[in-house]
């Protein structure tokens, strides 16, 4: 019995150095064949097919347009030229026209994303200066065709419209990488106010008139992207249109009322925002 122990002992020593020749040829096979995997950037599989889908925007236009309707212009020079000066008043650009406000972009397809943005726009035209007289068609008409000079003004004063739009818009995106060209077309809701007076003194004439109006957009523009930060170049067309009603309008009875309609926006935009996603 203790011989047979003896030579079972003797085989299990002969048999370690094959053993142990066998694992390292199973491990230097493994070691030709098994190649490790790396993810890009050390990420998981969940993280490296996260898109970015959502931008948040800041944005703010400069505005062009004409105001095709107004009750008066400055009398400049001697008022007595200007009494029996009836005749339409000639649409003039704005004074002054801006917008402001944010929006949000989401990306549905690679090339297709719809968008929603909501903002304050603004313009105004000078009718008559500080101690100043206004001159014009409407007056001329309000006056049964006796004076067309209407004040003197105790504060310059202007025709404001301020409107607040919600649109929701579906955009187009031509190229992808760090410049995206891109355009849309969008539909929007307005609220907009009508009023004559100064807003810095805040006074005015007459009663304001406000209501609802729908209006489109055509846009178009490019993305300089530099990671998650977006700036954006665009222009914007489009406006919706309103026939404002201004009563007791300079003295009690008189009627402001653009029956042909006027933008209540700045019809040309050209506009800047910042977004991140």
Not at 43 to 69: H, I, P, R, Y
Not at 233 to 248: H, M, N
Request: proline residues 4%; charged residues 15%; contains cysteine.
């Amino acid at each position: 019995m203790k011989k047979k122990r003896i030579f079972c002992l003797f085989l299990l020593i002969l048999a370690i150095p094959v053993f142990s020749k066998e694992s390292d040829i199973i491990l230097k096979h493994a070691g030709n064949t098994v190649k490790p995997i790396y993810l890009n950037n050390g990420t998981d599989s969940g993280e490296a097919g996260k898109a970015k889908n959502f931008m948040f925007l800041a944005f703010g236009t400069l505005n062009f347009g004409l105001v095709t309707f107004y009750p008066c212009k400055p009398v400049t020079g001697d008022i007595t030229q200007y009494t029996s000066a009836g005749g339409p008043n000639p649409a003039a650009p704005y004074d002054l026209s801006y917008s402001f406000g944010i929006g949000l972009d989401y990306r549905i397809l690679k090339y297709l994303g719809i968008f929603f943005d909501g903002g304050f726009h603004t313009w105004h035209k000078l009718l008559a200066k500080k101690d100043g007289y206004g001159f014009g068609q409407w007056v001329w008409e309000q006056s049964d065709y006796t004076n067309a000079v209407v004040g003197p003004f105790p504060m310059d004063t202007s025709y404001y419209m301020d409107t607040t739009t919600m649109r929701l818009g579906a955009r187009y995106i031509f190229s992808d990488g760090a410049f995206q060209l891109w355009t849309d077309g969008a539909l929007g809701l307005y609220a907009w106010q009508a009023t004559i007076g100064n807003r810095e003194e805040e006074l005015k004439y007459g009663n304001p008139d406000s209501g609802l109006s729908v209006g489109y957009s055509l846009l178009a523009g490019i993305d300089f992207m530099a990671g998650d930060f977006v700036l954006r170049l665009y222009g914007d067309y489009g406006s919706a249109v309103a026939s404002p009603k201004i009563t007791d309008l300079f003295n009690t009875g008189w009627v402001f009322e653009n029956t042909g309609g006027e933008n209540i926006t700045g019809p040309f935009k050209v506009g800047l925002a910042v977004g991140f996603y």
